[in-house]
């Protein structure tokens, strides 16, 4: 399998742009990224959450942070035009489902056209050399199916977040086809990966923040869907997987315009009330799970995995940590948290771990 430290060390003293930094997925790579020496700007709102990862971590004063909306395309193309980047990693995003049901405009306008405009400041931008577009697994159409979507299925969804997911990977298309297709021109791939996990995540309806949440409070944790399945995977496993996108498009050994799914092996799926009660027995409350009455009317799909074949056998890419030992760092991580530790020694040490 290829070494995400190897990998690393092909961004050290490169300029690298990361949209959506300040987000869950965002800081993690971030603070990867300016470990190996890069000289990291990051675009995007500032943090949703508090606390957030990004803050807790004193990125602002580790990378050149700049407040940014996507949807803007002339001051995205001014923040292009002042960083010079020459690898940009795509990761802004309205990144929830039920905040798509209550904003579906944010939500295409984010996702779409913010999608769009990273695309065309990419392509005007002649320092750019390379381009990892992030999507979401979600962009597949959901048939329920228990074998893993490969990147030639179908895209679609029911919910405006998974549209605009395809969406975005109908627009990255477009611009292959209409920009990228040519000599000389910035490489670039997609990236597909969903549910991932770890350490700094406070995001709203999602797993384990909401878990973690409910016992600070004291209270029991209500699960909606207990027997919905996802493909599980620590943080660390899908940005390693964009970081060796990005070098195997510079290698040669990913065509430009291709598409990748990044997820753990299918055997690896698990259930929800599975992960609420490790991160429950984790807090020395392993009754506290309660499946609760769900009222709303937003679907929710039930079945969801991917088939990473590909990246394994083209990219030699494959996860590294086992659901025990994806689960046992995050529960840790926000154990050690909640007992003084520092939230940046926390994310060191997981890295560390993950590289070595």
Same mark, same amino acid.
Request: hydrophobic share 35%; glycine share 8%.
């Given at each position: 399998?290829?070494?995400?430290?190897?990998?690393?060390?092909?961004?050290?003293?490169?300029?690298?742009?990361?949209?959506?930094?300040?987000?869950?997925?965002?800081?993690?790579?971030?603070?990867?990224?300016?470990? #190996?020496? *890069?000289? $990291?700007?990051?675009?995007? &709102?500032? +943090?949703? @959450?508090?606390? /957030?990862?990004?803050? %807790?971590?004193?990125?602002?004063?580790?990378?050149?942070?700049?407040?940014?909306?996507?949807?803007?395309?002339?001051?995205?193309?001014?923040?292009?035009?002042?960083?010079?980047?020459?690898?940009?990693?795509?990761?802004? #995003?309205? *990144?929830? $489902?039920?905040?798509?049901? &209550?904003? +579906?405009? @944010?939500?295409? /306008?984010?996702?779409? %056209?913010?999608?769009?405009?990273?695309?065309?400041?990419?392509?005007?931008?002649?320092?750019?050399?390379?381009?990892?577009?992030?999507?979401?697994?979600?962009?597949?159409?959901?048939?329920?199916?228990?074998?893993?979507?490969?990147?030639?299925?179908?895209?679609?969804?029911?919910?405006?977040?998974?549209?605009?997911?395809?969406?975005?990977? %109908?627009?990255?298309?477009?611009?292959?086809?209409?920009?990228?297709?040519?000599?000389?021109?910035?490489?670039?791939?997609?990236?597909?990966?969903?549910?991932?996990?770890?350490?700094?995540?406070?995001?709203?309806?999602?797993?384990?923040?909401?878990?973690?949440?409910?016992?600070?409070?004291?209270?029991?944790?209500?699960?909606?869907?207990?027997?919905?399945?996802?493909?599980?995977?620590?943080?660390?496993?899908?940005?390693?997987?964009?970081?060796?996108?990005?070098?195997?498009?510079?290698?040669?050994?990913?065509?430009?315009?291709?598409?990748?799914?990044?997820?753990?092996?299918?055997?690896?799926?698990?259930?929800?009330?599975?992960?609420?009660?490790?991160?429950?027995?984790?807090?020395?409350?392993?009754?506290?799970?309660?499946?609760?009455?769900?009222?709303?009317?937003?679907?929710?799909?039930?079945?969801?995995?991917?088939?990473?074949?590909?990246?394994?056998?083209?990219?030699?890419?494959?996860?590294?940590?086992?659901?025990?030992?994806?689960?046992?760092?995050?529960?840790?991580?926000?154990?050690?948290?909640?007992?003084?530790?520092?939230?940046?020694?926390?994310?060191?040490?997981?890295?560390?771990?993950?590289?070595?």
């Amino acid at each position: 399998m290829a070494s995400l430290a190897q990998d690393l060390n092909t961004f050290a003293g490169r300029r690298v742009m990361i949209t959506g930094h300040t987000g869950f997925k965002g800081s993690w790579l971030a603070l990867l990224l300016t470990q #190996a020496g *890069a000289k $990291v700007t990051g675009v995007a &709102l500032p +943090p949703e @959450t508090s606390p /957030s990862h990004f803050t %807790l971590l004193g990125l602002s004063e580790e990378i050149d942070s700049r407040e940014c909306d996507i949807r803007d395309l002339s001051q995205l193309e001014s923040e292009f035009r002042r960083a010079k980047p020459e690898v940009v990693f795509h990761l802004a #995003a309205q *990144a929830f $489902v039920r905040k798509s049901y &209550l904003d +579906p405009h @944010t939500t295409f /306008s984010t996702n779409v %056209l913010g999608s769009a405009n990273v695309l065309e400041c990419v392509s005007r931008t002649p320092s750019v050399q390379t381009h990892v577009f992030v999507t979401s697994d979600k962009c597949y159409k959901n048939k329920e199916q228990k074998h893993g979507y490969v990147e030639t299925d179908e895209l679609g969804g029911i919910d405006p977040y998974s549209q605009s997911k395809a969406g975005a990977e %109908l627009v990255f298309a477009g611009y292959c086809a209409s920009k990228f297709n040519r000599p000389g021109a910035t490489r670039v791939a997609s990236a597909r990966a969903g549910n991932v996990i770890g350490g700094g995540d406070w995001s709203p309806d999602r797993l384990i923040p909401d878990c973690i949440r409910a016992l600070e409070r004291g209270d029991n944790i209500e699960i909606r869907n207990p027997h919905a399945t996802r493909p599980w995977q620590h943080v660390l496993e899908p940005l390693s997987g964009y970081v060796r996108l990005a070098v195997a498009l510079e290698d040669g050994s990913a065509e430009p315009g291709s598409s990748w799914n990044f997820g753990p092996p299918e055997t690896a799926i698990h259930e929800v009330h599975e992960v609420a009660g490790v991160i429950a027995s984790s807090w020395g409350r392993p009754d506290a799970v309660k499946v609760g009455k769900d009222s709303s009317t937003m679907h929710e799909s039930q079945l969801l995995q991917l088939n990473s074949a590909k990246a394994q056998a083209r990219l030699s890419w494959a996860t590294r940590w086992n659901f025990a030992e994806t689960m046992s760092r995050t529960s840790s991580w926000y154990n050690k948290l909640r007992d003084g530790a520092r939230a940046v020694d926390l994310t060191r040490d997981d890295i560390k771990a993950y590289l070595a």
